[in-house]
């Protein structure tokens, strides 16, 4: 994948969430999570979050592609799509840095944000990963 400046892209990940239906300082949580999280991966890639609203539903698309690095092993193009629907506040920043955190599996420098629930970082939020 190569995007219209010349940057080749190795991985490309997508979240999509659907009726979402936060309380007011649940929507801020939201956004300074995703300010701290795009904040902590500039360098690694593209990473975008687009917000529809629809009445009192949040809907969204997360999209992260990470460009080759030079330090990093050989990976074959992949892109993945998951979709989440009528979840709350900390199920989607769980699934959010889980999908991120399993991006960045071999990429031990990278710094992700605390999720602000549980305090604990995204790689091992889920057995197995």
Not at 16 to 29: Q, T, V
Not at 86 to 115: C, M, N
Request: aromatic share 10%; hydrophobic share 40%; charged share 30%.
């Amino acid at each position: 994948m190569i995007d219209a400046n010349g940057t080749v892209f190795i991985f490309e990940r997508r979240l999509r969430f659907f009726n979402f239906r936060p309380k007011r300082e649940e929507r801020a949580l939201l956004f300074q999570f995703v300010r701290e999280l795009k904040g902590s991966l500039d360098r690694y890639g593209e990473f975008s979050v687009n917000f529809f609203q629809d009445g009192d539903n949040l809907h969204g698309e997360l999209l992260l592609q990470l460009s080759k690095q030079e330090d990093s092993s050989e990976r074959v193009a992949t892109n993945r799509s998951i979709q989440v629907l009528g979840t709350t506040l900390p199920q989607l920043l769980l699934e959010i840095h889980y999908e991120v955190a399993k991006s960045f599996r071999d990429k031990k420098r990278a710094v992700l944000p605390v999720l602000p629930s549980s305090g604990k970082r995204a790689v091992s939020l889920r057995p197995g990963s």
